[in-house]
């Protein structure tokens, strides 16, 4: 039987706390489209596209309306696209991102991430094709993400790739130069990529899953603040404990997560596809109340970036992960807090006023989800600087066995302090300050691999 | 397979009296199904269906229940049930939508919300209120069974409420199972 008092807290956080799910993700192979060529292929890619999500955005909407809880993005997942056109050139590749941007807009979604290669030990001939076409790719779409693996746990660091990457980001920034380098906000690179992750812009299709998976991500940074300043206002700051505020979190995480879980599950079983997985994340948008940076300080520091940054979100991620998988079936994807500067109001704030610097953005990366994601960085960083920052991101997922990723965008002509704005879920930021520029060239020439790390022995 | 019979019993709470009115069933070899009881600022209320044998009538319950003290009369009322319960249950929605209401208290309110309803083809399922200082809440069951649109419901409810300055919210029932059960799905 329903108590009044779970009833008036479920009410609660519906009305007042802006409950939604954040992305129904339709993940779809591709693998069984391949044709004898690039047009034939992309025919295919499109065809099955057409078929599997004919009635993805409908149904979507249909239980949200029933639900009343709304279902912010529907989003298509494919198989990384190096398979599917292994063999194609840097111009084939572009065919099919043509193709799959078309394919997307007329499923009417909000985007289709996985125009993807997995490269963490070695490239082929066709990745490297792959690679060339990412800045021409993504310019001439609207809707697609790209994303590569480029390091993992077991496998060490591409560094041959990781040379290509650093300038493939400046190469994406220069070609969509108008739009302030947006081209680089659709594409981030992997350490220990997840193949059943529904966020964008690092959403895949992985070769492990089956033909068709619904994938659900949700999210509510505005919930958990929401729910803490409650405690704290009901309960008084001086009778509350961190053990108390992750409890909280905890519970808070385990209401949001259901939420998501009944939403999924209801479009998964009305088009008659297997439901894949929950991705706890909280991922921030732009609107006002919607911050991981505005629990941090609700937390207890007044900026974020100052000292106990890192230990608050260390305690954030690992509740909202308790709260998260006692709540699903099945839990997956990237599962923990994201801290993307541009989506993020309370941390671009920090950025602009100097509290938050790069270094720091790097330690808290340890203790959270994903890494270094959306930072805008001055267009005169050059391409190896570039590269070596991820690959010291890299770094941290290959040794502590999590996924790391990157999603910087060096803003063409812009320098660090001035302000750029994409719109939407994307944001706005003041450009961060990158140090050390130009300092790391001499690491990037060597190429080869960083060798996979020992997987005993931690201390 | 007996005769079922639905009872409502009301009272001045005190503490025995659940066991001295299912003590009274149990002598009439009576086989208690569902119950509901209640206690509001004090005075108490159930409403219960039993199984009796053929031979017993309503008015023998009550006489039975006549002999349970009480500080105010016992009152009771017993009948017998004209569908089988397993019927009447059988015939309960899928589609219970949850709708909480909240605003300043003033007279009014309840029908204001129940007549919406009732001209909206909703059947009230269950409803519980409370008054905490000058706010007033209102959480109720409704099925919705015989709605077309919960959309369009939303939006007229809305407007309805905001008139008479209450705040609402409607879900569906799966939505507070989730968040509030353990197991689910």
């Known amino acids: ?459 | 397979m007996g005769k079922q019979m639905v009872m409502s019993v009301m009272s001045k709470d005190r503490p025995g009296i659940v066991a001295d009115i299912t003590g009274t069933i149990y002598q009439l070899q009576g086989d208690l199904a569902d119950l509901n009881q209640s206690v509001l600022c004090d005075y108490f209320t159930m409403i219960l269906i039993a199984t009796f044998d053929d031979s017993v009538t309503p008015e023998d319950v009550v006489a039975a229940f006549s002999h349970i003290p009480s500080e105010t009369r016992l009152e009771v009322v017993v009948k017998e049930m004209k569908i089988p319960m397993e019927i009447a249950k059988a015939k309960r929605s899928p589609e219970t939508y949850i709708l909480t209401a909240q605003g300043k208290n003033k007279s009014g309110l309840v029908h204001r919300i129940s007549l919406f309803c009732y001209q909206h083809g909703i059947n009230i399922l269950d409803l519980a209120t409370t008054l905490n200082g000058d706010q007033y809440t209102m959480i109720l069951q409704l099925d919705f069974s015989a709605v077309e649109s919960v959309d369009d419901i939303r939006t007229s409810l809305t407007s309805s409420a905001e008139d008479a300055g209450l705040s609402v919210v409607l879900q569906h029932e799966d939505i507070f199972k989730a968040t509030s059960e353990i197991t689910l799905f």
């Not at chain 1, 802006?18 to 295919?44: F, H, K, Q």
């Not at chain 1, 267009?379 to 690959?391: E, L, M």
């Open chain 1, 1 to 459: 039987m329903l108590r009044s008092d779970h009833i008036l807290a479920t009410v609660e956080m519906i009305q007042k706390e802006n409950l939604d799910v954040r992305a129904v993700t339709m993940g779809i192979n591709l693998l069984d489209c391949r044709g004898g060529g690039v047009s034939e292929t992309c025919r295919r890619v499109e065809d099955k596209i057409g078929t599997a999500a004919a009635r993805f955005v409908e149904t979507c909407n249909k239980v949200s309306q029933k639900y009343g809880i709304p279902v912010v993005n529907k989003r298509i997942s494919v198989t990384p696209i190096a398979f599917v056109g292994a063999g194609f050139d840097r111009h084939g590749f572009v065919e099919l991102a043509l193709a799959l941007d078309r394919a997307a807009t007329a499923a009417g979604v909000d985007i289709l991430g996985g125009f993807s290669a997995q490269v963490e030990k070695g490239m082929t001939a066709t990745d490297r094709e792959y690679i060339a076409s990412i800045p021409e790719a993504l310019a001439r779409t609207t809707k697609l993400c790209a994303s590569i693996n480029i390091a993992s746990s077991q496998k060490g660091i591409n560094m041959d790739a990781l040379a290509l990457i650093g300038q493939t980001v400046k190469d994406l920034a220069e070609f969509t130069r108008e739009q302030s380098g947006f081209g680089a906000a659709k594409f981030v690179v992997f350490c220990n990529q997840p193949g059943d992750n529904p966020f964008m812009a690092g959403a895949i299709h992985g070769l492990e899953e089956a033909d068709l998976v619904l994938n659900v991500g949700v999210s509510g940074p505005g919930v958990i603040a929401r729910a803490l300043d409650r405690l704290i206002h009901t309960r008084g700051r001086e009778n509350l404990g961190l053990d108390d505020i992750a409890e909280e979190i905890k519970q808070t995480t385990f209401r949001v997560t259901r939420c998501g879980e009944l939403i999924g599950r209801k479009v998964s079983e009305e088009m008659g596809i297997e439901f894949g997985v929950v991705d706890l994340s909280l991922a921030p948008t732009p609107t006002v109340g919607d911050s991981v940076g505005e629990i941090l300080e609700i937390l207890g520091v007044d900026v974020v970036g100052a000292p106990g940054s890192t230990a608050i979100l260390a305690m954030l991620n690992d509740a909202v992960k308790k709260g998260g998988i006692f709540a699903s079936k099945a839990v997956g994807g990237l599962s923990g807090a994201f801290i993307p500067v541009m989506e993020d109001e309370i941390l671009a704030a920090a950025v602009g006023s100097g509290a938050l610097c790069l270094e720091k953005l790097e330690a808290m990366t340890c203790v959270c989800s994903v890494g270094l994601d959306m930072i805008p960085i001055p267009g005169s960083v050059d391409a190896d600087t570039i590269s070596a920052i991820i690959a010291d991101e890299m770094a941290l997922g290959m040794i502590n066995n999590k996924t790391t990723a990157v999603r910087l965008i060096p803003v063409p002509g812009k320098e660090a302090g001035e302000v750029v704005s994409f719109g939407g879920l994307f944001g706005a930021s003041p450009i961060m300050p990158v140090r050390n520029v130009g300092k790391s060239s001499r690491f990037i020439a060597w190429g080869g691999r960083i060798p996979a790390p020992i997987h005993s022995f931690k201390n």
